[in-house]
């Protein structure tokens, strides 16, 4: 007991009759650069999630190193000179 074709098509009229075909394409227009607007951010967002993430490993493969580096600083090679 769905909406047959015929319901849609009256329905699809009525908005004609009501708003008029340039209203609607006008609407049409505004809702197409709606939707790329949408679609521009979030590939926007996942790019700058990315780049925090790359960030983020080399921020911790740096801290790693510089933790590795300053224990080596730490202990003497030589005791005889110290």
């Known amino acids: 007991m769905g909406i047959s ?25 505004d809702l197409g650069g709606a939707i790329r607007g949408f679609k521009k ?7 700058k999630e990315e780049d925090s993430d790359v960030i983020e490993a080399k921020t911790d493969d740096a801290t790693q190193a510089t933790g590795q580096a300053s224990k080596a600083e730490e202990t003497p090679r030589d005791k005889s000179h110290s």
Do not use: A, P
């Not at 074709?5 to 227009?29: A, D, E, H, S, Y």
């Open 41 to 47: 951010s979030m590939s926007e967002d996942d790019k």
């Open 5 to 29: 074709i015929w319901q849609l098509l009256i329905v699809l009229g009525i908005v004609i009759l009501l708003f008029g075909t340039k209203k609607l394409r006008n609407i049409g227009g």
